[in-house]
């Protein structure tokens, strides 16, 4: 029996490695994950490992052989986007991939702001908040002026998932997924790279935009394993929010609102192109773009990180394991009674609409067990999580899907439902959504069956 095809993605997270063969239903056959320690930059700030990365890439591959009855056909990649990797001319990374994590000079960063209208009407023009080195153009920005010389010798400055590409074809591209990312780099009223970007020369550096399906041939591996076809393919790669998106955009076209739930609860609205407003970027909203170019207005909320802090401080005082919060059902009985309860307690509020949640100001002897304190950080977050969407919301979204953690946490979703009583909520369910995506988009090259149309599993939440 002839070996079955398949596609392979690599899914590079921050802290995981991953390497996932589909088969031509979308079914994962095979998979292996890695975490790689980090290195330091020349400044001593921690970053990613590119010789371990790319160590790993091969490994991967090789590895992989092991499944035995499959050949790969096509490659691609979904990754983390905000950094570049710079190369140099004799084609191999000349500098560190630094971490957009890392500190930011403020002197470096009011010269740029004041020389390109402020930070605001700066802001709302490239649909990126003030984020220091997460907007990736602002790397460049800072070699260009700390270590000119450096500068001068990149030959092409590539995003994480283009220089994936670029491992394993040797051909250089630029990606509107990584582009449109909060990188100061695209003026989204004008669909085209800001002006700085040409006064800087960082344009020189940007190789040319292609489109999220390209394919290039895989050639410049060492070791071939023997199951890759000889004429497999690698796409050129999406940032993982993008891609993320891709499964939900190709499975409905009535509009949306998708809530991806993670340390951060980011929702994203595919069907509202609107230029940011002032309002929006004060509270922390941002435009990503999807594979096809489209802007794609979303707002950002750090609801994941607030549950879990404060789920470890009501386990230690009700005495409960850090996980027993996982066994809690909704009780609509607890949320009434703690809607008609008054407390009198005056909360600090944040002058962010969409900041953390009220709940690390309450007082845990006044909840008469776990369970009922646990409803109220939900409560509490779900008020933050309501400000939140509506930011991004219209009056044309009749379905909010959400993914993620909190998509398995029933006292989350049936909040969420009586949040938005006009609106049907579902929970969804799609392993690997962001792994899947980037297979999908480069599906006509290397699948010869359909789309499905059934890879997302949806439970409806209704209010109680």
């Avoid at 500068?151 to 670029?166: E, G, T």
């Avoid at 369970?371 to 930011?391: F, G, K, N, P, V």
């Avoid at 049936?414 to 792994?435: C, D, K, R």
């Amino acid at each position: 029996m002839p070996p079955k095809p398949v596609i392979a993605i690599m899914d590079v997270g921050k802290t995981n490695k991953k390497l996932f063969l589909f088969d031509a239903f979308y079914n994962i056959v095979w998979e292996d994950s890695a975490v790689l320690p980090e290195t330091r930059d020349e400044d001593g700030d921690a970053c990613e490992d590119l010789d371990l990365l790319n160590n790993w890439v091969r490994e991967a591959l090789i590895k992989s052989k092991q499944v035995g009855e499959y050949i790969i056909q096509a490659i691609n990649f979904s990754a983390y986007g905000a950094s570049f990797v710079h190369i140099g001319g004799n084609g191999e990374p000349m500098t560190p991939l630094y971490n957009y994590l890392k500190p930011y000079p403020e002197k470096l960063k009011k010269q740029f702001y004041d020389q390109y209208g402020g930070e605001l009407t700066f802001s709302m023009l490239t649909a990126s908040p003030v984020l220091g080195s997460l907007n990736s153009g602002m790397q460049l920005y800072r070699i260009k002026n700390e270590k000119p010389d450096q500068f001068s010798r990149i030959r092409y400055s590539l995003h994480l998932p283009q220089y994936l590409n670029w491992f394993l074809t040797g051909k250089a591209c630029s990606d509107i997924s990584s582009i449109g990312c909060h990188t100061n780099l695209w003026n989204f009223s004008q669909d085209f790279y800001h002006e700085w970007v040409y006064r800087e020369g960082i344009i020189d550096k940007l190789p040319p935009i292609q489109s999220s399906g390209m394919i290039h041939p895989v050639s410049t591996l060492e070791n071939w394993p023997s199951h890759l076809s000889d004429e497999c393919i690698a796409g050129i790669g999406l940032h993982d929010s993008s891609a993320a998106m891709i499964p939900f955009l190709e499975s409905f076209s009535e509009p949306f609102v998708l809530i991806s739930t993670g340390t951060w609860c980011i929702s994203m609205n595919p069907f509202n192109q609107e230029p940011l407003t002032n309002a929006e970027l004060k509270n922390d909203c941002l435009c990503y773009m999807t594979y096809k170019g489209h802007p794609l207005k979303a707002s950002r909320l750090f609801a994941g990180y607030d549950h879990e802090i404060q789920v470890e401080r009501i386990s230690i005082h009700f005495q409960k394991d850090k996980n027993y919060y996982r066994t809690i059902e909704y009780d609509p009985e607890i949320a009434s009674h703690l809607n008609a309860a008054h407390h009198f307690t005056s909360y600090i509020y944040s002058s962010s609409l969409v900041s953390v949640s009220v709940f690390a100001q309450r007082d845990l002897y006044n909840f008469a067990g776990f369970e009922e304190a646990y409803h109220r950080l939900l409560m509490d977050i779900m008020d933050q999580q309501l400000l939140s969407t509506e930011l991004i919301m219209r009056d044309n979204i009749k379905r909010i899907f959400v993914d993620g953690g909190f998509s398995q946490n029933p006292v989350y979703m049936h909040l969420l439902a009586a949040s938005f009583p006009t609106v049907e909520v579902f929970a969804a369910t799609i392993p690997q959504a962001s792994s899947i995506g980037a297979a999908m988009a480069i599906h006509d090259h290397w699948n010869e069956q359909p789309l499905p149309t059934d890879m997302i599993g949806l439970k409806y939440y209704k209010q109680v």
